[in-house]
């Protein structure tokens, strides 16, 4: 069965420090994977995807994540923390089921930025 | 162009009553998905429509959740009757096919069953 798991339900970074959020996947075909934010009392926002192609995909605000097949990770980089970063991060895997694409989501992180 | 719109963004009710929560979502995008999230489970899909037909409500808790997609611009998600354990983040999304992989999330009406 798919499944993501996201090591470490909360980070704590200092501005400026880079941002690391840990991803991986379990996918029986090859997998669509994405990063979602949630900012506080808010929907889940779209930062980035990977379908197929280059396996290193830029999204919005300065994120970037690798795709590393022989890792099965998807890990959510940004090499300066902004204070309006503080939100919670999720990783889905989108996978077919019944002749649709469903998003499989890890339980998130929380990523906390202080001065 | 509007995104995905929920109403209520917040609801509180009482053990027992019924509860309707709304959903609109992105004008041309024929698929939509109803998830619920709590601290214990995280995010879970609830029920998928593509073209106002139900897909796979498999999610769907029991019998006192139904949702309907009346037409292509509106959905609902009810409760009756509801429990203290419904107290959930009820989230809309809506994808722009029953291929597509990208899904747009709304801003979801926070449930409080007292």
């Known amino acids: 069965a798919q499944s993501v798991t996201q090591l470490g339900s909360h980070v704590s970074v200092s501005e400026g420090a880079l941002v690391l959020l840990r991803c991986n996947y379990s996918s029986s075909v090859p997998p669509y994977l994405f990063w979602y934010v949630q900012y506080p009392n808010q929907g889940l926002q779209l930062l980035l995807k990977y379908t197929t192609g280059a396996t290193l995909v830029k999204g919005i605000n300065g994120f970037e994540a690798e795709f590393k097949k022989s890792e099965t990770s998807f890990h959510l980089t940004k090499p300066s923390a902004h204070m309006s970063d503080a939100a919670e991060y999720f990783c889905a895997v989108s996978v077919p089921s019944g002749g649709y694409n469903k998003l499989i989501f890890g339980a998130g992180t929380r990523l906390a930025v202080h001065p | 162009d509007a995104g995905v719109i929920q109403s209520p963004r917040h609801e509180v009710t009482e053990m027992g009553q019924e509860v309707t929560l709304r959903c609109k979502p992105i004008s041309g995008h024929n698929s939509l998905f109803w998830y619920r999230q709590t601290m214990m489970r995280g995010l879970e899909l609830l029920i998928y429509?593509?073209?106002?037909?139900?897909?796979?409500d498999s999610g769907m808790p029991e019998d006192r959740f139904s949702a309907k997609m009346p037409n292509a611009s509106f959905s609902t998600l009810k409760i009756q009757p509801s429990e203290p354990r419904d107290s959930a983040v009820y989230f809309c999304a809506s994808s722009q096919g029953q291929g597509s992989v990208e899904q747009y999330f709304g801003p979801g009406t926070r449930l409080t069953v007292t």
């Open positions: 429509f593509n073209n106002n037909v139900p897909i796979d």
